[in-house]
């Protein structure tokens, strides 16, 4: 069974720092590409950034170029996401999403994720 659990979301003032974390099981973590995604209320949901776990490459939008960093432990099946100088804009559902065998560069669109966690909501307080 495939799972994705997201976790270290939370409270934080504007320019404050959270890192939270994507936990994979089920799959091959090694080659998938791992995204994370936001949603706000009444707002579409956003691509934020990408990793692709078999070359290391990388994406950000740009909201959140220079301020957010991913990474991954391929030892633990985790990606991480560290945000600092969060602004409340930031504020968000945020969700990890899963692709095996898939590059990040080759991700035109969110439905070629096959895999979604549950969510773990990060609010920036002003």
């Known amino acids: 069974e495939v799972q994705l659990v997201e976790s270290g979301g939370g409270l934080v003032q504007a320019g404050g720092s959270l890192r939270p974390s994507c936990a994979a099981s089920?799959?091959?973590?090694?080659?998938?590409?791992i995204g994370w995604f936001r949603q706000a209320p009444g707002k579409e949901r956003e691509g934020v950034s990408c990793i692709s776990n078999s070359d290391g490459s990388t994406y950000y939008a740009d909201s959140v170029k220079g301020r957010f960093t991913i990474s991954s432990d391929n030892a633990k099946n985790t990606v991480y996401l560290q945000m600092n100088s969060l602004k409340p804009e930031d504020t968000a559902v945020y969700y990890c999403a899963a692709a095996p065998r898939v590059l990040c560069l080759y991700i035109t669109q969110d439905n070629e994720y096959d895999y979604w966690g549950q969510g773990t909501q990060v609010t920036v307080s002003s």
């Open positions: 089920g799959f091959t973590f090694d080659d998938a590409a």
